[in-house]
């Protein structure tokens, strides 16, 4: 069975950092694209960031410059280091992995087959 689970959320200032971690088990991602989504409250889950298997990324344009995205294939984990952050960030984080071994990387939900639970990220004023 595969899982993902995400730690690294909580609460922070803004103009603070968080770091997300997203750790897969029963498979191996090395080979697929990992990316992280977020969900605002009364919002459809969104676009942050994701990484394929070679290194490159794609970020929103409302975290890039922000935010980073890095992945280790031995740990099978993705990272999202998340800088100056901001009260509109604030949201349930979802670390998601893709299935395929896609040439592009995908922006919607529906590119991905695996989900982990969330964890909530508050940026407070």
């Known amino acids: 069975q595969v899982q993902l689970v995400e730690s690294g959320g909580g609460l922070v200032q803004a103009g603070g950092s968080l770091r997300l971690s997203c750790t897969a088990s029963?498979?191996?991602?090395?080979?697929?694209?990992m990316g992280w989504f977020r969900q605002r409250p009364g919002k459809e889950r969104e676009f942050v960031a994701a990484?394929?298997?070679?290194?490159?990324?794609a970020y929103a344009d409302s975290v890039k410059g922000r935010f980073t995205v890095s992945r280790d294939n031995a740990k099978n984990t993705v990272y999202l280091q998340m800088n100056s952050l901001k009260p509109e960030d604030t949201a349930v984080y979802y670390c998601?992995?893709?299935?395929?071994?896609?040439?592009?990387?995908?922006?919607?939900?529906?590119?991905?087959?695996?989900w982990g639970q969330g964890t909530q990220v508050t940026v407070s004023s």
């Open positions: 998601a992995a893709d299935s395929r071994r896609s040439v592009v990387i995908r922006t919607t939900p529906g590119g991905y087959d695996y």
């Open positions: 029963g498979r191996t991602f090395s080979s697929n694209t």
């Open positions: 990484i394929r298997w070679i290194g490159s990324s």
